[in-house]
């Protein structure tokens, strides 16, 4: 059976979806239990969950929450938001279209054909949703929504250093819609202790949000039973498994990993051993045995005091491990193994083949390492020393149901997640069609080699590459001397000037290695003397860089010279808009730097929401105008929702014209809410809800076929085969 | 193919908290969790129609295991109990009622999920720090010198058990033996750590309670064959013990992942036997006395130790590895080779003995940290009852070595919080109206539910139809008996409040529970002279009661923030 795909059924079915999540959204949001077929039950407030939760199976549904937990797996937040605003932005072009057919309703044309040319209609629109996406939206956002972001990272130092109080009002606003009322604040509170607690150095957060995300399972211990206020951080690594073997010992403790059996196997695979006597067996047993006594023997010699296994030991290995005074830890999980090596940077210990190389041995030195008992059950407390900048510790989560321990690991883990992405630089680019904004730039746009470039293809591609930005003291005559400079490859891009956006956020990329530093030096000395028009070698090592996966610290030296170069002809355009253009297209590139956030309730929404407003009326295209009133008018639907419950002065009319009026008259706004959400956050929200509503509106016919899904089964056979 | 199956739409309901289905449901597990409460509490019978045996309890953890719940909020509520449970062992009805009461409390109220959530956890949090301060009137720190106040503690425990069917000699009897079983478990010299021991219980079922007992060491079942076997036993100041986890079957070991080709003629069995009589040459020139195994000994191995005069017992069991290995001082031996004289241990005695129809022989060690304690009761249900009752207790003292002091028991403890909370938010709302943004009506509306909610965990522990009242100077618990006449001169019908703490001969101003409260400070300071003469006070274990009200608490917010059950049909 075939039905029109119709943005009507759409709208039907994010109604449906918008009264349930709507309850759970933002800080008055209510929880939501979820049973499993298995018996369990799972507290949950995230949208994602609560999508996946409802089975769902009506076509356009399946595909808004595909498209929902695509955007998750990017971002880590914002479903709720996701099906809201989609809504609203359905509704709204509802009604348009409803009164552009009010008006043509005299020309009563057949009921198909007229559907025909509804699809046609939508189709023009989705067009006009992609313009808008790739093209007004990050224009407005460069131009007017910028200069209102806040920074996550502290003022006063030019370094990348994360600011605790900013971090504590994200995490909070961020809780606030994931768990509980009650929890929220406490939660937010051990997530900042735990990450500060983690970090080993100002500098290095990054790594630390990465390993967190990587290993975050074997980082935290639920405990259920317990009242979520026990839940603490305990420094060290918590293994999730009890002593083979336990010897206390203080002092120098050595660590050795194993992969595999200490004691040798009595016949290798694939080999045939073959016993003629039984004075052979017994030898062979003997010289198993022995050769197992030696190898620990000399693992004690070491002083090694844990052995970590990732495989069950035989009795006879944890038994003279025993007498040697090494405690045993068996059957630990590749993701434990591969941690504990990241962290102590430690190999796996080889066992010699030969009985007398017995020198090399991977041993790492431990702090401490004893029973850990939680809620009557055994862990193994290890005290790892860190070699990277992370220093480990474990959340112990506890709450009186597994299924609210869950709520908050999973909550915990979007919230690593959003910080990880908050601390990407975000890149915008868009068209601009009027000429006269374009500024010549030549000494630094290598015409040459960007004419031969088709551009808006390369860009594209490279757009969502991370990339490192630099900060340049110039010490030239110029008085206003930060500028962020960009590399895509070969492209050198400026972006906006950044002091009436955020004042001093200044990524700055310092060279850790010092062999790296003198190649910068040494690369910056040839060219100091060179002129403008030797710039055709370094532009070909640049892409040659480009194309050879090249990292941060090559990429900032060449930006060192970049500047340099111009510097010294005093043509630095620094106080420009930055405009960077093709001779042929007016392309601009911009960055939302890493860090980028906005108080909460609903600022990003109303900004946005004004500066549409604004741009329409400026838009001469009918298409283009359209689209930005209903989006415009769809914003507003989040922090409708978000004040819902207030009343007087705090009520929604009330504070998007005071927010109004203080945007006209150039004043600040005042948040009537502490608390802080990411901008890359929304605006990645943003562009996925327009994209999941274009493929809603390119649809013209749902085929509904009654079969078994003849694909899968055709794959899964052929795996069991 | 199962899994290629489309998957059924779920069930999403609003609002569950307000069906009549739910609260109905509510209600009845509520009834039957009240009505067990307490040593008057009245015994559930739960018995599976299909099949299994018939258990008749009033304990939470037995009776909320074997009660099957479906609805989903039911659900939270016995997971979060049971889990409570299974971490303290104690105050698991408690946990229980004071949730349903304070759902069932609050839902008429008819406040916002919000306000409700914030104001809860509030009070929560006067609860908590007034329980943990210095000033606290319910709480009495426990004298390790004197075995009173932890001997009041485990016969409160015991007596709050009545499917045990104890009378008040038994009770003495069997709180005197867990107290006993316990302190055995101290180690007497301690170093920087306090590492506590193991008290194994063992069953005998069928016989007198009174004939229960306990043993310092381990009492390891026997066959009567076998205790012949080995009877007589020779005389020594010490005992040489060995005791392998590894299996002394004679089973060829693990052969590694490739082939083995073995010549015919050849018997691989011979040769691990060889292997194994061996061993028992060596032990017996080690001079060791006697051999334990967790898994089988081979026949011609225990033959050829008998012959020597060295007593063999096998499938111990891993449970009892590691009390043995603690016990004897020996180092599990995993190797059939040679073994390392490091690995014996010792027991200072052996003897054989027989309790009943089971023979047992009785390991004693040099230093005892490991004790038996043989549990006896007249048939299987009371004697599964009696088990879980003292592993209770013996928790229960467990944790009150971490956290040395005890609650009031008996009600008094909630009657005297409910008044506090009530004195507190009508002397100070200031502070709470600040944080909660409230109004001073939702604050009294939200603060007389949960006060409400506590005394009537109170009120459940009267099941004989008596009054509950509380008295106005120290917010203790009283009840009275039943049909007493309706004016009455208080002191004379009641002699002693809940605890047993307060006598009547003072005047202190009785109201009913049910009554309209006037709030008034109850006074912190206790009549000490009390606490040290009385040896009969009804107490609660501090540890587990603090986390309970809190788990409780939370438990109940959690229930009170839903706004959906989404119901998975597949």
């Given at each position: 059976?075939?039905?029109?795909?119709?943005?009507?059924?759409?709208?039907?079915?994010?109604?449906?979806?918008?009264?349930?999540?709507?309850?759970?959204?933002?800080?008055?949001?209510?929880?939501?239990?979820?049973?499993?077929?298995?018996?369990?039950?799972?507290?949950?407030?995230?949208?994602?969950?609560?999508?996946?939760?409802?089975?769902?199976?009506?076509?356009?549904?399946?595909?808004?929450?595909?498209?929902?937990?695509?955007?998750?797996?990017?971002?880590?937040?914002?479903?709720?938001?996701?099906?809201?605003?989609?809504?609203?932005?359905?509704?709204?072009?509802?009604?348009?279209?409803?009164?552009?057919?009010?008006?043509?309703?005299?020309?009563?044309?057949?009921?198909?054909?007229?559907?025909?040319?509804?699809?046609?209609?939508?189709?023009?629109?989705?067009?006009?949703?992609?313009?808008?996406?790739?093209?007004?939206?990050?224009?407005?956002?460069?131009?007017?929504?910028?200069?209102?972001?806040?920074?996550?990272?502290?003022?006063?130092?030019?370094?990348?250093?994360?600011?605790?109080?900013?971090?504590?009002?994200?995490?909070?606003?961020?809780?606030?819609?994931?768990?509980?009322?009650?929890?929220?604040?406490?939660?937010?509170?051990?997530?900042?202790?735990?990450?500060?607690?983690?970090?080993?150095?100002?500098?290095?957060?990054?790594?630390?949000?990465?390993?967190?995300?990587?290993?975050?399972?074997?980082?935290?211990?639920?405990?259920?039973?317990?009242?979520?206020?026990?839940?603490?951080?305990?420094?060290?690594?918590?293994?999730?498994?009890?002593?083979?073997?336990?010897?206390?010992?203080?002092?120098?403790?050595?660590?050795?990993?194993?992969?595999?059996?200490?004691?040798?196997?009595?016949?290798?695979?694939?080999?045939?051993?073959?016993?003629?006597?039984?004075?052979?067996?017994?030898?062979?047993?003997?010289?198993?045995?022995?050769?197992?006594?030696?190898?620990?023997?000399?693992?004690?010699?070491?002083?090694?005091?844990?052995?970590?296994?990732?495989?069950?030991?035989?009795?006879?290995?944890?038994?003279?491990?025993?007498?040697?005074?090494?405690?045993?830890?068996?059957?630990?999980?590749?993701?434990?193994?591969?941690?504990?090596?990241?962290?102590?940077?430690?190999?796996?210990?080889?066992?010699?083949?030969?009985?007398?190389?017995?020198?090399?041995?991977?041993?790492?030195?431990?702090?401490?390492?004893?029973?850990?008992?939680?809620?009557?059950?055994?862990?193994?407390?290890?005290?790892?020393?860190?070699?990277?900048?992370?220093?480990?510790?474990?959340?112990?989560?506890?709450?009186?149901?597994?299924?609210?321990?869950?709520?908050?690991?999973?909550?915990?883990?979007?919230?690593?997640?959003?910080?990880?992405?908050?601390?990407?630089?975000?890149?915008?680019?868009?068209?601009?069609?009027?000429?006269?904004?374009?500024?010549?730039?030549?000494?630094?746009?290598?015409?040459?080699?960007?004419?031969?470039?088709?551009?808006?293809?390369?860009?594209?591609?490279?757009?969502?590459?991370?990339?490192?930005?630099?900060?340049?003291?110039?010490?030239?005559?110029?008085?206003?001397?930060?500028?962020?400079?960009?590399?895509?490859?070969?492209?050198?891009?400026?972006?906006?000037?950044?002091?009436?956006?955020?004042?001093?956020?200044?990524?700055?990329?310092?060279?850790?290695?010092?062999?790296?530093?003198?190649?910068?030096?040494?690369?910056?000395?040839?060219?100091?003397?060179?002129?403008?028009?030797?710039?055709?070698?370094?532009?070909?090592?640049?892409?040659?860089?480009?194309?050879?996966?090249?990292?941060?610290?090559?990429?900032?030296?060449?930006?060192?010279?970049?500047?340099?170069?111009?510097?010294?002809?005093?043509?630095?355009?620094?106080?420009?808009?930055?405009?960077?253009?093709?001779?042929?297209?007016?392309?601009?590139?911009?960055?939302?730097?890493?860090?980028?956030?906005?108080?909460?309730?609903?600022?990003?929404?109303?900004?946005?929401?004004?500066?549409?407003?604004?741009?329409?009326?400026?838009?001469?295209?009918?298409?283009?105008?359209?689209?930005?009133?209903?989006?415009?008018?769809?914003?507003?639907?989040?922090?409708?929702?978000?004040?819902?419950?207030?009343?007087?002065?705090?009520?929604?009319?009330?504070?998007?014209?005071?927010?109004?009026?203080?945007?006209?008259?150039?004043?600040?706004?005042?948040?009537?809410?502490?608390?802080?959400?990411?901008?890359?956050?929304?605006?990645?929200?943003?562009?996925?809800?327009?994209?999941?509503?274009?493929?809603?509106?390119?649809?013209?016919?749902?085929?509904?076929?009654?079969?078994?899904?003849?694909?899968?089964?055709?794959?899964?056979?052929?795996?069991?085969? | 193919?199962?899994?290629?199956?489309?998957?059924?739409?779920?069930?999403?309901?609003?609002?569950?908290?307000?069906?009549?289905?739910?609260?109905?449901?509510?209600?009845?597990?509520?009834?039957?969790?009240?009505?067990?409460?307490?040593?008057?509490?009245?015994?559930?019978?739960?018995?599976?129609?299909?099949?299994?045996?018939?258990?008749?309890?009033?304990?939470?953890?037995?009776?909320?295991?074997?009660?099957?719940?479906?609805?989903?909020?039911?659900?939270?509520?016995?997971?979060?109990?049971?889990?409570?449970?299974?971490?303290?062992?104690d105050c698991?009805?408690f946990?229980?009622?004071?949730?349903?009461?304070?759902?069932?409390?609050?839902?008429?109220?008819?406040?916002?999920?919000?306000?409700?959530?914030?104001?809860?956890?509030?009070?929560?949090?006067?609860?908590?720090?007034?329980?943990?301060?210095?000033?606290?009137?319910c709480r009495i720190?426990?004298?390790?010198?004197?075995?009173?106040?932890?001997?009041c503690l485990?016969?409160s425990i015991?007596?709050s058990?009545?499917?045990?069917?104890?009378?008040?000699?038994?009770?003495?009897?069997?709180?005197?033996?867990?107290?006993?079983?316990?302190?055995?478990?101290?180690?007497?010299?301690?170093?920087?750590?306090?590492?506590?021991?193991?008290?194994?219980?063992?069953?005998?079922?069928?016989?007198?309670?009174?004939?229960?007992?306990?043993?310092?060491?381990?009492?390891?079942?026997?066959?009567?064959?076998?205790?012949?076997?080995?009877?007589?036993?020779?005389?020594?100041?010490?005992?040489?013990?060995?005791?392998?986890?590894?299996?002394?079957?004679?089973?060829?070991?693990?052969?590694?992942?490739?082939?083995?080709?073995?010549?015919?003629?050849?018997?691989?069995?011979?040769?691990?036997?060889?292997?194994?009589?061996?061993?028992?040459?060596?032990?017996?020139?080690?001079?060791?006395?006697?051999?334990?195994?967790?898994?089988?000994?081979?026949?011609?191995?225990?033959?050829?130790?008998?012959?020597?005069?060295?007593?063999?017992?096998?499938?111990?069991?891993?449970?009892?590895?590691?009390?043995?290995?603690?016990?004897?001082?020996?180092?599990?031996?995993?190797?059939?080779?040679?073994?390392?004289?490091?690995?014996?241990?010792?027991?200072?005695?052996?003897?054989?003995?027989?309790?009943?129809?089971?023979?047992?022989?009785?390991?004693?060690?040099?230093?005892?940290?490991?004790?038996?304690?043989?549990?006896?009761?007249?048939?299987?249900?009371?004697?599964?009852?009696?088990?879980?009752?003292?592993?209770?207790?013996?928790?229960v003292?467990?944790?009150t070595?971490?956290?040395?002091c005890v609650l009031l028991g008996g009600g008094c403890t909630e009657?005297?919080?409910?008044?506090?909370?009530?004195?507190?938010?009508?002397?100070?709302?200031?502070?709470?109206?600040?944080?909660?943004?409230?109004?001073?009506?939702?604050?009294?509306?939200?603060?007389?539910?949960?006060?409400?909610?506590?005394?009537?965990?109170?009120?459940?522990?009267?099941?004989?139809?008596?009054?509950?009242?509380?008295?106005?100077?120290?917010?203790?618990?009283?009840?009275?008996?039943?049909?007493?006449?309706?004016?009455?001169?208080?002191?004379?019908?009641?002699?002693?409040?809940?605890c047993?703490?307060?006598?009547?001969?003072?005047?202190?101003?009785?109201?009913?529970?049910?009554?309209?409260?006037?709030?008034?400070?109850?006074?912190?300071?206790?009549?000490?002279?009390?606490?040290?003469?009385?040896?009969?006070l009804t107490l609660d274990c501090f540890t587990a009661k603090l986390?309970g009200?809190?788990?409780?608490?939370?438990?109940?917010?959690?229930?009170?923030?839903?706004?959906?059950?989404?119901?998975?049909?597949?």
């Amino acid at each position: 059976m075939a039905v029109l795909g119709s943005a009507k059924a759409a709208l039907q079915v994010t109604e449906v979806l918008e009264t349930i999540l709507s309850r759970c959204v933002g800080p008055e949001g209510r929880q939501v239990l979820c049973t499993k077929p298995t018996g369990e039950v799972l507290i949950s407030r995230s949208g994602g969950c609560l999508l996946e939760a409802l089975h769902l199976e009506h076509p356009i549904a399946r595909m808004v929450v595909a498209c929902v937990s695509s955007h998750l797996r990017k971002t880590g937040d914002g479903a709720k938001t996701f099906i809201i605003f989609l809504c609203h932005l359905l509704r709204g072009l509802h009604t348009v279209i409803d009164k552009e057919q009010d008006s043509l309703v005299s020309k009563n044309t057949h009921t198909h054909r007229r559907h025909w040319k509804n699809c046609c209609q939508w189709k023009f629109i989705s067009q006009a949703l992609l313009t808008f996406q790739t093209q007004i939206l990050d224009y407005i956002m460069d131009h007017y929504l910028s200069k209102h972001f806040l920074t996550i990272f502290s003022s006063s130092t030019k370094e990348r250093t994360l600011c605790r109080s900013s971090l504590e009002l994200l995490l909070e606003a961020y809780f606030c819609g994931r768990v509980g009322r009650n929890n929220h604040y406490f939660i937010s509170q051990l997530m900042c202790n735990y990450f500060f607690k983690c970090m080993a150095c100002e500098s290095g957060f990054e790594e630390v949000f990465d390993l967190v995300d990587d290993y975050f399972v074997e980082l935290n211990v639920g405990i259920t039973g317990l009242p979520v206020s026990d839940s603490r951080i305990i420094a060290g690594l918590v293994l999730h498994r009890d002593f083979s073997v336990y010897c206390p010992a203080d002092g120098d403790i050595r660590i050795v990993i194993v992969t595999e059996t200490i004691q040798p196997p009595f016949s290798a695979s694939a080999s045939e051993f073959i016993l003629n006597s039984e004075a052979q067996f017994q030898t062979s047993q003997f010289w198993i045995m022995e050769r197992t006594k030696a190898i620990m023997k000399h693992l004690q010699s070491q002083n090694v005091k844990l052995l970590l296994s990732s495989v069950k030991q035989p009795d006879l290995v944890t038994y003279y491990a025993g007498l040697n005074g090494i405690s045993v830890v068996e059957c630990l999980s590749p993701e434990e193994v591969s941690l504990i090596r990241r962290i102590i940077g430690l190999s796996p210990f080889i066992l010699p083949q030969a009985s007398s190389q017995y020198e090399i041995c991977n041993t790492a030195l431990v702090k401490f390492c004893k029973p850990l008992i939680l809620r009557s059950k055994r862990y193994v407390h290890l005290g790892l020393i860190s070699t990277c900048s992370f220093i480990p510790h474990c959340i112990v989560l506890c709450g009186p149901v597994q299924g609210l321990v869950e709520q908050h690991e999973g909550a915990l883990r979007g919230a690593f997640k959003m910080l990880r992405q908050l601390f990407k630089d975000l890149d915008l680019n868009y068209m601009i069609q009027t000429s006269d904004q374009n500024h010549t730039s030549s000494p630094l746009t290598y015409k040459d080699s960007r004419e031969s470039n088709p551009l808006p293809e390369i860009v594209n591609g490279l757009i969502q590459r991370p990339y490192q930005g630099t900060v340049v003291k110039n010490k030239g005559n110029l008085a206003k001397t930060q500028t962020y400079l960009k590399v895509y490859s070969n492209l050198v891009v400026p972006s906006v000037e950044l002091e009436t956006c955020i004042p001093c956020s200044t990524p700055k990329v310092t060279p850790t290695d010092t062999y790296q530093t003198n190649e910068t030096l040494r690369c910056l000395a040839p060219t100091k003397t060179r002129t403008i028009d030797d710039n055709e070698p370094f532009i070909e090592s640049n892409s040659a860089n480009s194309t050879a996966e090249n990292t941060g610290i090559e990429i900032s030296s060449e930006n060192l010279q970049v500047t340099k170069i111009a510097g010294k002809g005093n043509m630095l355009p620094v106080r420009e808009k930055s405009l960077e253009m093709c001779t042929s297209q007016s392309y601009c590139c911009s960055t939302l730097p890493a860090g980028c956030v906005l108080p909460v309730g609903g600022n990003f929404e109303i900004l946005l929401h004004y500066y549409l407003l604004n741009y329409t009326r400026k838009c001469q295209q009918s298409g283009e105008t359209m689209v930005s009133m209903i989006i415009a008018n769809a914003l507003l639907g989040i922090p409708q929702i978000l004040y819902k419950s207030k009343k007087g002065k705090y009520s929604f009319p009330q504070i998007y014209i005071r927010t109004l009026r203080a945007l006209q008259t150039n004043q600040p706004i005042v948040s009537s809410q502490t608390g802080l959400e990411s901008v890359a956050g929304k605006y990645q929200l943003l562009t996925s809800v327009l994209q999941c509503l274009t493929k809603i509106l390119t649809i013209d016919l749902v085929i509904n076929i009654r079969r078994h899904p003849r694909e899968m089964y055709d794959q899964d056979s052929d795996e069991e085969v | 193919m199962s899994r290629l199956e489309a998957k059924k739409p779920s069930l999403c309901k609003s609002e569950p908290l307000t069906s009549e289905k739910v609260r109905a449901t509510l209600c009845v597990l509520k009834g039957i969790l009240t009505s067990s409460y307490g040593p008057s509490g009245r015994l559930k019978q739960v018995h599976n129609g299909l099949g299994g045996c018939v258990c008749t309890t009033s304990q939470s953890s037995a009776l909320l295991s074997n009660l099957p719940v479906t609805h989903p909020i039911l659900k939270i509520l016995t997971t979060s109990t049971k889990n409570h449970v299974s971490c303290f062992s104690d105050c698991g009805l408690f946990t229980a009622i004071l949730c349903c009461n304070l759902i069932e409390n609050v839902q008429r109220t008819g406040l916002t999920p919000t306000t409700v959530i914030k104001l809860n956890q509030h009070l929560l949090r006067l609860c908590t720090s007034y329980l943990k301060s210095e000033s606290c009137g319910c709480r009495i720190p426990v004298d390790f010198s004197s075995p009173q106040t932890l001997l009041c503690l485990v016969r409160s425990i015991v007596t709050s058990k009545p499917a045990c069917m104890l009378t008040r000699e038994e009770t003495d009897h069997i709180s005197a033996l867990v107290l006993k079983a316990f302190l055995l478990t101290i180690p007497e010299n301690t170093k920087d750590r306090l590492i506590l021991g193991k008290s194994i219980i063992v069953p005998l079922k069928g016989h007198r309670v009174l004939d229960s007992t306990v043993f310092p060491g381990i009492l390891i079942e026997v066959s009567e064959v076998q205790l012949m076997k080995i009877l007589p036993i020779k005389k020594s100041d010490a005992f040489k013990v060995a005791l392998f986890c590894a299996s002394l079957s004679g089973d060829l070991s693990d052969t590694g992942e490739g082939t083995v080709v073995v010549s015919s003629g050849v018997s691989l069995e011979n040769a691990v036997l060889e292997q194994l009589l061996n061993l028992g040459r060596q032990l017996v020139s080690d001079h060791v006395d006697l051999v334990m195994c967790q898994k089988v000994i081979h026949p011609s191995l225990k033959q050829f130790l008998n012959m020597h005069r060295v007593i063999a017992i096998d499938r111990v069991g891993v449970a009892l590895m590691e009390p043995l290995s603690k016990v004897t001082g020996t180092q599990p031996i995993g190797s059939l080779g040679s073994i390392s004289p490091s690995s014996y241990g010792s027991v200072k005695d052996l003897c054989p003995a027989k309790f009943g129809f089971k023979h047992f022989l009785h390991l004693i060690p040099n230093e005892a940290i490991i004790c038996s304690l043989l549990l006896c009761n007249r048939n299987d249900t009371v004697w599964d009852e009696l088990k879980l009752t003292c592993q209770t207790a013996l928790h229960v003292l467990q944790l009150t070595i971490k956290e040395p002091c005890v609650l009031l028991g008996g009600g008094c403890t909630e009657t005297h919080l409910a008044a506090y909370i009530r004195h507190k938010t009508c002397n100070e709302p200031e502070s709470i109206l600040r944080d909660n943004g409230c109004t001073q009506t939702q604050l009294q509306l939200l603060t007389e539910a949960f006060c409400r909610a506590l005394e009537s965990v109170a009120g459940s522990l009267e099941h004989d139809g008596g009054e509950v009242l509380t008295d106005m100077k120290y917010g203790h618990c009283w009840s009275s008996q039943a049909e007493s006449p309706s004016v009455v001169n208080w002191p004379d019908l009641l002699s002693r409040c809940g605890c047993g703490l307060c006598s009547s001969q003072e005047e202190l101003g009785w109201s009913f529970l049910k009554t309209p409260p006037h709030p008034t400070a109850p006074q912190t300071c206790l009549p000490h002279e009390a606490i040290g003469s009385s040896n009969n006070l009804t107490l609660d274990c501090f540890t587990a009661k603090l986390s309970g009200l809190q788990v409780a608490v939370e438990t109940a917010n959690l229930i009170l923030d839903l706004s959906y059950v989404i119901e998975d049909k597949n």
